[in-house]
């Protein structure tokens, strides 16, 4: 992957994420998603189908479970679409 | 991937002309088979397999851009897991051994599950991860029903291998782990496959039992094909022209007996969506319906809801839903308005409110329990709030503007079962009475695995099964108002408030019997879970901290958020046994909050 790619990702979530967020925190790279935005299954689900249309890649279930932070959710997309 | 995935050549009497040019060498199993239409008149599951792979129908996947990736026809099936059985075999496992097989939507997971009925073998599905964050508690998840079922054998896809393995590690009676390709590599074992008969178990139904020790349900081939009937032909009343569409996962009974086991028995074609690509984008979901002209499909009243809130307007227009005919409501509590809400919304797709079905069931009774009539929409009933909550009756509304409860009617038993209504007592209560159900009939379970003690809690004398819902019979109708406080009902997801309070007791901060889980309700039905914990934290920081990670467990464990609410020690109410009851709890919490929704209290009876 290239820097860039990376930091367009993390651009995209930050936004997104700091509009999904019910309270007023800065999103850093290791903002936890689950213990520091409120961020309900639902709004998730969004935010998943935006990434993947933003992106045009699938995110498989499976790596989400290893998902704490921006970073590695930034990463996990990273990863994902250099193995296009 | 692998060899199940057929690319078909085969005869096809119809064709269907939605698919786009690029993906021509696949096609979907037809609506209509070459087959005379049995429904369900077979003594075992891979005695209904064989007949069904005479025929040309089957199982189809579409992926999350709504393209088909894999058919599987009933035949091509048969064939598999033959051959999977004979390699089973080799293994030589005693009969009856269960075989663990995470669940995802996957023609791998229907071949093992049948290589295991061919192999004499007790399959049971395991879920798979769903939530962020999810990987440390998804795994002791596992290893909670590998223990539990003492499982001979493990498998699992090449996405959830190492989750396995993880689960695997230490385990004493696990004597092969893999995927289903290493299993392919095994050498054959050249035996008779003996048939099954109609006593023998048929699979394990993990519900959502604790963590630690979850409940595995012992369903035979007798109560299973007992319960396929029922709905196939009562409920349903299949037709051969009839074709489902599914996104319900394989690892849940409606998912599995409803969507997999009853189209099969009765010889008709499936469309699958993952439920993961339904969740993200449900219009999926109806698309394939419109599509393939789609008859039968069920869902949650959650996944409606997903539906009516996600789909946009400019969406409508390219559907057409008038093909569908039964719209199965299942799972949870159905709420009118969601119906309403969804016919509102796809009315103008085509969309008719007579296909509405709302039924009740449970894993324990297979899984359907009564049916209303197909074809008929739902119905309801407004109840007096005030004679609700004081005479625990329910009685239909007599004068305008009095406060009213709406309950969704779920009609009656399928043929052979019987429903009664019992008070705290066991007493078997009058019609309108709201007091706990109780089913009997022939799909009731054997029991749960290897647990005598859950079993006893749940068959009463005389085979009873209590239900742990709460509700009201009506000119002979099923009305469903609750849930004891044991389960609490997010988004669809049925969680129980043990494994809450467990996760919390974990926490050095808490000790054993200071923390209490419940759901409350807000005005439009939303649920949100409340953790309330006794505490010794004087320290703001220390307490927030302590909030926060609880939270974070919480969300970790069952993807959902929590309010956490810290009280000094010895506010939880508790009962004469010393145990906490949640049912106070709650009612505690609401007059602290100020809430006073006395009328989802009052639906509810106290804990177990």
């Known amino acids: 992957m290239t820097d860039n790619d990376y930091e367009e990702i993390m651009q995209l979530l930050c936004d997104r994420l700091s509009s999904l967020a019910s309270s007023e925190v800065t999103i850093t790279s290791d903002t936890n998603i689950i213990s520091e935005l409120s961020i309900d299954s639902i709004k ?39 193995d296009q | 991937m692998s060899s199940t995935i057929a690319k078909l050549n085969a005869p096809l009497t119809q064709a269907f002309d939605f698919q786009p040019s690029s993906e021509l060498e696949l096609t979907p199993t037809p609506t209509r088979n070459t087959l005379a239409q049995q429904l369900a008149e077979f003594d075992t599951l891979t005695n209904a397999l ?40 080799g293994l030589n496992l005693v009969r009856g051994s269960r ?24 399959p049971f599905a395991m879920p798979v991860p769903v939530n962020l964050g999810s990987h440390g ?32 590690e ?33 699979y394990l139904q993990f519900t959502s039992g604790s963590t630690r020790m979850p409940r595995g349900v012992v369903i035979t081939e007798r109560a299973l094909m007992c319960n396929l009937q029922g709905i196939v032909r009562n409920g349903l009343e299949i037709k051969p022209d009839d074709r489902s569409a599914s996104w319900l996962p394989f690892y849940h009974d409606m998912g599995l007996v409803g969507l997999v086991l009853a189209p ?3 010889q008709i074609s499936v469309d699958y969506l993952a439920t993961r690509d339904f969740a993200i984008r449900p219009l999926q979901w109806l698309r394939l319906i419109s599509r393939n002209r789609c008859t039968v499909a069920f869902s949650q009243p959650f996944g409606l809801k997903l539906c009516t809130m996600r789909v946009r307007e400019s969406d409508l227009k390219d559907l057409d839903l008038s093909c569908w005919r039964a719209a199965g409501i299942g799972a949870e509590m159905i709420r009118p308005e969601t119906l309403r809400n969804f016919a509102e919304k796809f009315s103008s797709a085509g969309f008719n409110d007579n296909a509405f079905l709302p039924c009740y069931g449970l894993a324990e009774s297979t899984l359907a329990v009564t049916f209303s009539k197909v074809g008929k929409g739902f119905h309801s009933i407004q109840v007096d709030s005030k004679v609700l909550i004081d005479k625990r009756m329910a009685t239909s509304l007599r004068a305008e503007g009095r406060k009213y409860n709406e309950f969704v009617n779920c009609g009656r038993p399928l043929p052979g079962h019987t429903v009664k209504i019992v008070d705290e007592n066991g007493q078997r209560l009058g019609e309108n009475m709201v007091g706990s159900v109780l089913v009997q009939g022939a799909s009731i379970m054997t029991g749960y695995y290897n647990n005598p003690e859950e079993t006893q809690k749940a068959l009463k004398p005389d085979n009873w099964l209590d239900t742990g819902d709460i509700g009201f019979l009506y000119e002979g109708d099923l009305y469903i108002t609750g849930r004891r406080t044991d389960v609490i009902i997010v988004n669809g997801r049925n969680i129980r408030a043990q494994d809450i309070e467990e996760l919390a007791e974990q926490q050095p901060e808490i000790r054993s019997r200071e923390a209490s889980a419940f759901g409350v309700n807000d005005a439009d039905g939303t649920t949100t879970i409340v953790l309330v914990i006794e505490c010794r934290l004087t320290s703001a920081a220390e307490r927030l901290s302590l909030i926060k990670r609880l939270q974070q467990l919480v969300y970790m464990a069952f993807g959902v958020n929590c309010v956490v609410e810290l009280v000094p020690p010895h506010t939880l109410p508790r009962t004469s046994s010393g145990k906490l009851s949640r049912f106070a709890a709650r009612q505690g919490y609401i007059q602290r909050m100020n809430l006073g929704e006395q009328l989802s209290a009052v639906a509810e009876s106290g804990d177990r």
């Not at chain 1, 998730?44 to 990434?51: G, Q, W």
């Not at chain 2, 709504?66 to 390699?87: D, F, I, M, T």
């Not at chain 2, 669940?103 to 007790?122: K, M, Q």
């Not at chain 2, 290893?143 to 689960?167: C, K, P």
């Open chain 1, 44 to 82: 998730l689900l969004n935010l998943i189908m935006e990434i993947e249309d933003s992106f045009d890649i699938s995110i498989p279930i499976n790596a989400l479970a290893d998902v704490q932070t921006v970073h590695d959710l930034a990463n996990l997309v990273s990863r994902i679409k250099s």
């Open chain 2, 50 to 89: 064989e007949y069904a792979a005479q025929g040309i129908t089957g199982y189809n996947f579409y992926n999350a851009k709504g393209h088909l990736h894999s058919v599987l026809p009933y035949k091509s099936l048969r064939n598999n897991a033959r051959s999977l059985a004979q390699r089973l075999a």
């Open chain 2, 99 to 122: 075989v663990a097989i995470i669940a995802d939507t996957s023609p791998e997971f229907i071949e093992l599950f049948f290589a295991c009925r061919y192999a004499g073998l007790v």
């Open chain 2, 137 to 168: 508690i998804y795994v002791q998840q596992l290893r909670g029903m590998l223990e539990s079922s003492q499982a001979s054998i493990a498998l699992a896809n090449l996405d959830y291998i190492n989750f396995l393995e993880e689960a695997a």
């Open chain 2, 170 to 202: 230490k385990s004493i009676n696990l004597q092969w782990v893999g995927t289903p390709a290493q299993l392919k590599k095994l050498p054959v074992k050249e035996v008779m496959l003996q048939p099954n008969t109609p006593d023998e178990v048929a």
């Open chain 2, 264 to 266: 099969m028995v009765t």
